[in-house]
């Protein structure tokens, strides 16, 4: 699938990335932060979702096993 | 420069399950850390630095003070370097602030009723956790950039956040990739020579929580190290420093 990018936005993007040693392109960069803004919108939505899916009993095991751990008091 | 990325709580069958090959690099398995009585993070990272079981001293003021324990850098392998950085590791540059601020939002999160007050509390959680992830990063890439012969970076990103978390996939997947592409970023580097990945332990599900397993996740780039122990890392890296 191809995207069309505003020339400004690339100029931009080359001028970020050329002290950069891990970006050797402008369709690396523009890969890297996507998945950035994706996992980051994934996470926000499933956080919503999985609210309420704590069971009680999971939740005592896993405090006990923390707390033997060093993670609680 | 010998270089080793240290994670805490790195699944193995995560990094199988998300087929993170720069996480696995040439030759990678599972420690044996059988040894102790539980796997416990400042007694295994201990144990790893210092080249001896550490359990009991880690242990002798109890499981609440242990996290300010404070090796010297003479009972180290870090010792055989001439100018090394180690950043953020516990038992030697642990920073207590953080980790410690990250331990009391765990402990009001348990001891909550209130669900939506739970639910604040784990986004702040998270969010303190990628902060500091970040932070350190900043801090390891830098150090890769100059002019030494050691660097240690240690991540907890994926134990703070698996906790809380490890039932949600899409957020552990996305840790997993992020610390893959640091992997990716660090073989790049021409000045990185050997490259040691290694945590201390692994995770396993309680429900949507997270749990510490009976074995940790190792890789290198020079050398099939079958199932080592955790204590073996000393000798091995006083033998690559001296090689170098």
Redesign the interface.
């Known amino acids: 699938m191809k995207v069309e990018i505003d020339n400004e936005i690339i100029e931009k993007i080359k001028e970020r990335i050329k002290d950069m040693d891990e970006f050797d392109s402008v369709e690396g960069y523009v890969d890297y932060i996507l998945k950035q803004i994706v996992g980051r919108l994934e996470e926000e939505n499933k956080i919503k979702v999985d609210k309420e899916e704590y069971s009680k009993e999971d939740e005592k095991k896993v405090k006990e096993r923390l707390k033997s751990l060093g993670y609680l008091d | 420069m010998i270089v080793i990325f240290a994670i805490d709580a790195l699944e193995y069958n995560l990094v199988e399950e998300f087929n993170c090959k720069n996480l696995k690099q040439k030759y990678y398995g599972k420690t044996d850390i059988s040894e102790f009585s ?5 007694v295994l990272w201990s144990s790893f630095m210092t080249g001896k079981n550490k359990e009991d001293d880690v242990l002798e003021d109890g ?2 003070e ?2 300010n324990k404070k090796w010297d850098i003479k009972e180290t392998f870090f010792s055989f370097f001439e100018n090394p950085v180690v950043l953020d590791l516990p038992g030697f540059s642990y920073d207590l602030g953080f980790h410690g601020k990250s ?1 009391i939002l ?2 009001n999160f ?1 001891e909550t009723k209130n ?1 939506e007050k ?2 604040n509390l ?2 702040e959680y998270n969010k303190d956790a990628f902060d500091h992830h970040r932070k350190i990063k900043d801090k390891f890439f830098k150090a890769l950039g100059e002019d030494r012969d050691f660097v240690l970076g240690y991540f907890s990103v994926a134990d703070v956040i698996g ?1 809380l978390n490890f ?2 996939k ?2 552990m997947k ?1 840790i997993y ?1 992020e610390l893959d ?1 640091m992997a990716e ?1 660090i073989k ?2 021409k000045r990185v020579k050997s490259l040691i990945i290694l945590s201390d332990h692994g995770m396993k599900a ?7 397993s009976e074995y940790g996740f190792w890789s290198t780039n020079f050398k099939d190290l079958k199932t080592p122990k955790i204590t073996e890392f000393y000798e091995l890296i006083r033998g690559i420093k001296n090689e170098s």
Do not use: A, C, S
């Not at chain 2, 539980?38 to 400042?42: V, Y």
């Open positions: 539980q796997p416990r993070t400042m499981n609440k242990m996290w331990r765990l402990k348990f669900l739970k639910e784990k986004k906790h039932g949600n899409v957020i996305m990739i592409e970023k790049k580097n309680i429900g949507r929580f997270g749990d510490h």
